[in-house]
């Protein structure tokens, strides 16, 4: 539940516009492309990132036939004029709606919104729901703000009100301009970012006032959990300071969102799920990232877990938290 994929060929919204960073992609050779950030080399990806049939064909070697698709958090464009922004969001949108209208039993769909303009972002929500997507994806922080922030409160009303779920993913790392050496915005910052969302949502009171609205959170939550213990007394020490917004328990939270599975830990796993039970935890990868768990739930098969348990893990979660069957995917 937790893949990311994107067009084969995206326009060059930094000459279309006329400013920003936006990324297109140059293919340098065959089966292979440099993704670009403006005039600046962010990546370099293979054809696993928007072919259609490699993804089915290298998920084969794991059993697994259906992929829950979202697109990379650095085409989000959050920073963008709110217009140029919302057409960015449209053509992604597009491309994954017309992968799932051609691969019904492979893909489900996640959209991507403008979400520095809340009322474009919910009219690109409910029109990803028209046409079939099942949540969105978002960022963790909106240009430096804070899911808790009382603008964003309209798109969770509407997220209940369509049934869509949402996937929180971490990216513009905090302080990422500091810790740029070993890598560390990456494995230090994503889950310290994906803890801020948590927080920000449990305390900021989002996850009270719409308990409806679905949460999932990338990366097994990020730090939340194996910090809850701190997180919590803090709570209770300086309630003058942390439950100003809202004072119930952060640890009452626990089983009302779910996470994903990438720990790449199994002993991490098994920690998260005695918090969190195997109706909360999905199987997310990150594929087809190298930071991913790309050899797909294999360290969980491994885990000495019962039958029942893996089969919550692998598909029931994943399936409750999208609102979906599993006769939808069966031939």
């Not at 290298?58 to 990379?72: H, P, S």
């Not at 978002?138 to 430096?144: A, F, H, L, P």
């Not at 005695?274 to 969980?300: H, M, N, W």
Request: glycine share 8%; hydrophobic share 40%.
């Amino acid at each position: 539940m937790h893949t990311h994929i994107i067009p084969e060929h995206l326009p060059e919204w930094t000459k279309k516009f006329g400013y920003g960073t936006f990324i297109h992609l140059e293919h340098h050779k065959t089966g292979f492309a440099h993704m670009m950030q403006g005039e600046k080399f962010f990546r370099e990806i293979a054809s696993n990132c928007w072919d259609p049939e490699v993804r089915i064909a290298e998920y084969a070697k794991f059993n697994t036939k259906v992929q829950v698709v979202c697109t990379i958090p650095v085409l989000f464009s959050y920073w963008a004029k709110p217009h140029d922004g919302a057409g960015v969001a449209r053509f992604l949108n597009d491309h994954i709606i017309d992968l799932v209208q051609k691969y019904p039993k492979n893909y489900i769909g996640l959209g991507t919104l403008p979400m520095q303009d809340i009322e474009l972002a919910i009219a690109e929500l409910e029109r990803c729901r028209k046409e079939g997507m099942r949540g969105i994806q978002i960022g963790s922080n909106i240009n430096g703000k804070n899911l808790s922030e009382t603008g964003f409160f309209p798109l969770w009303e509407a997220c209940e009100k369509l049934n869509m779920c949402v996937l929180v993913h971490p990216w513009e790392m905090m302080g990422q301009d500091d810790i740029k050496k070993y890598w560390l915005p990456w494995l230090v910052g994503m889950p310290a970012e994906t803890t801020r969302a948590i927080c920000s949502l449990i305390f900021g009171g989002v996850m009270e006032r719409f308990p409806k609205v679905r949460f999932n959170f990338a990366h097994a939550g990020g730090s939340f959990i194996p910090t809850l213990g701190r997180i919590e007394h803090g709570f209770n020490c300086r309630p003058d300071l942390v439950a100003i917004d809202n004072a119930i328990s952060p640890r009452s939270y626990l089983k009302h969102f779910w996470v994903d599975s990438a720990t790449h830990d199994p002993d991490l796993l098994q920690y998260i799920l005695r918090y969190q039970g195997t109706k909360r935890v999905s199987l997310g990868t990150d594929y087809p990232f190298p930071l991913g768990d790309l050899e797909i739930g294999r360290f969980i098969e491994k885990m000495n877990l019962n039958p029942e348990e893996i089969e919550d893990i692998f598909c029931n979660s994943a399936l409750e938290w999208l609102d979906m069957k599993k006769e939808d995917f069966l031939f």
